[in-house]
């Protein structure tokens, strides 16, 4: 994707520009040692720890294992299975990588990964549910890799969606898209968040308020903070060097939650579905990267067999 942007420059190299002088003649002098002061104006005013190449290949590297692992899940989804068997797997192929699952334990959760159906919005905790024909599923994936983190998780088709199914998943997915179109220097955290609930609620769906995207990659959940809603040129403004999470989770119906007794399944309050896809992006100096990239072009269906 857009990796050479990171390959150091000399300073007696063209200028990565395109403008023909060197680079100490050219950008190098117009910005001086920003990265260095970036880091630290970063880090004291908003607490937000700006990763180096060297960081960004480990959660990259993290982040192939996320795919990796979406990929074993999707294959085995099917009607009769539970999601306490989508956690074995998860768990039991984060721990062949040497990697940690970075769910477990946190704050006290449970399980390895979160499995959210239906109405579920984020946090659903794997057991003895049934996945049933026609059901959606989230399953949100951590790892711990080499001590760095990445996040990512999709949205599956259980056997045949309706279209309440269809439209959830399509909207959450394009959500998601057009959120990380917005990354890029020079934009702040509301663009992104503007630009979905626009789309989202253009489609008369609404954007959940209480969960939000993150910055991850030395822990879990860093600053700062990424709504799915918000107004243009709110909040900070994004640089190069900054990893977070976009992963807006969007209901069919109204936007209000209810978190169940175990402190951590938040539901649709209304019973509507709800959906959710995220991915770690790194902003680089022309937009961004995404360190867990799974297609975001159109959602398949695939076939699957009866149980
Ligand atoms: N993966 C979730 C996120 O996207 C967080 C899950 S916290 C857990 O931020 F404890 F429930 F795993
Ligand atoms: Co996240
Ligand atoms: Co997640």
């Keep these: 994707m857009m990796k050479h942007i990171f390959t150091k420059v000399g300073r007696n190299d063209p200028c990565p520009c395109g403008s023909g002088q060197k680079y100490k003649k050219c950008c190098l002098e117009k910005t001086g040692d920003a990265p260095g002061k970036m880091k630290v104006e970063y880090a004291q005013k908003y607490g937000v720890r700006l990763k180096e190449p060297a960081d960004i290949e480990k959660i990259r590297a993290a982040g192939r294992l996320v795919l990796e692992i979406l990929d074993l899940v999707e294959e085995m989804i099917k009607p009769g299975l539970t999601t306490e068997e989508i956690n ?24 390895s990964v979160c499995t959210s159906i239906n109405e579920v919005i984020c946090h659903g905790i794997p057991g003895d549910r049934v996945l049933k024909d026609g059901d959606i599923i989230n399953v949100d994936v951590t790892p711990i890799l080499d001590g760095y983190y990445a996040d990512g998780s999709k949205t599956f088709f259980v056997g045949a969606p309706g279209p309440d199914a269809e439209k959830i998943v399509r909207v959450s997915h394009e959500s998601l898209r057009i959120g990380m179109s917005m990354v890029k220097p020079g934009n702040t955290v509301g663009d992104i968040g503007w630009a979905i609930q626009q789309y989202a609620e253009g489609e008369g769906c609404s954007v959940v308020r209480e969960f939000v995207g993150h910055g991850v990659g030395f822990g879990f959940h860093e600053p700062p903070q990424v709504p799915h809603f918000g107004r243009q040129g709110e909040g900070i403004v994004l640089v190069p060097g900054m990893v977070f999470t976009v992963e807006p989770m969007i209901n069919l119906g109204k936007r209000e939650l209810v978190i169940l007794e175990d402190k951590w399944t938040a539901v649709t309050k209304d019973g509507s579905l709800s959906a959710q896809f995220e991915q770690t992006v790194v902003v680089a100096e022309n937009g961004y990267e995404s360190l867990t990239p799974f297609e975001l072009k159109c959602v398949t269906t695939r076939r699957q067999n009866a149980h």
């Excluded at 721990?95 to 946190?106: D, E, G, Q, R």
Aim: aromatic share 8%; net charge positive; hydrophobic share 30%.
């Design 88 to 111: 074995s797997l998860v768990h039991e192929h984060t721990i062949k990588h040497n990697a940690v699952p970075a769910p477990l334990n946190y704050r006290g959760y449970p399980k």
